[in-house]
């Protein structure tokens, strides 16, 4: 809808035959624009937040790795919305790259089935470390299975007993430890730890 002000326009002369225009300024009452009917949102109506459980730690560590694309491919040749790699699609019952990049579910599945398999070797660690702080991080169960995606639960026992002195990276230069404190603090009561999970076919 178009709102605007309203012009009377006329024309006449001078008292030397000059054609003047002579303008009317008609200025508009005050408009009050109401809601459409089928809004129910407050106008500052706030981006949806996933929330510090499974699907808030999965969404976050997906977008970390790949942007949320489960189609991605990196030069390492890790794979998915995750990036698996290929060992690690092995373990959990997977040899057909092709099939599991087309596959959003069975990406999902094993996502889910290696925090299973993390959470039994961590079990220990988790038991022990909770609560602690290393290098100034808190350490939690989620900040410890995000650690292990990246670098392995074998390097985050090392981390763990090490007392933080054992930091690996990765070639992009991503530290085990930047794992723990960016996905710190998520309800991982969820994931039932499992001892050599694999993918049901």
């Known amino acids: ?14 008292e030397n035959g000059v054609i003047q225009e002579q303008v ?69 019952g997977v040899n057909n790259q092709i099939m599991f990049l087309s596959s959003p579910k069975l990406q999902e599945e094993v996502f889910h089935l290696n925090l299973k398999r993390n959470k039994w070797i961590l079990r220990r660690e988790i038991k022990k470390s909770i609560g602690k702080t290393i290098n100034k991080i808190k350490i939690t169960e989620s900040g410890i299975l995000a650690a292990a995606h990246l670098a392995g639960a074998g390097n985050v026992k090392k981390y763990l007993r090490s007392n933080g002195q054992l930091n690996v990276e990765d070639v992009f230069g991503t530290k085990l430890s930047n794992y723990l404190n960016d996905f710190s603090g998520f309800d991982m009561s969820s994931i039932v730890a499992l001892k050599n999970p694999k993918v049901n076919k």
């Open 24 to 92: 009317e300024i008609i200025e508009p009452d005050t408009i009050v624009l109401e809601r459409d009917s089928y809004c129910d949102l407050p106008l500052n109506f706030p981006v949806p937040f996933l929330g510090k459980g499974y699907i808030g730690f999965k969404e976050a560590m997906a977008f970390k790795e790949s942007s949320g694309d489960y189609f991605a491919t990196n030069d390492l040749g890790y794979l998915g919305k995750y990036q698996f790699g290929i060992e690690t699609l092995n373990l959990m």
């Open 1 to 14: 809808m178009f709102f605007g002000i309203l012009l009377s326009v006329g024309f006449g002369t001078n």
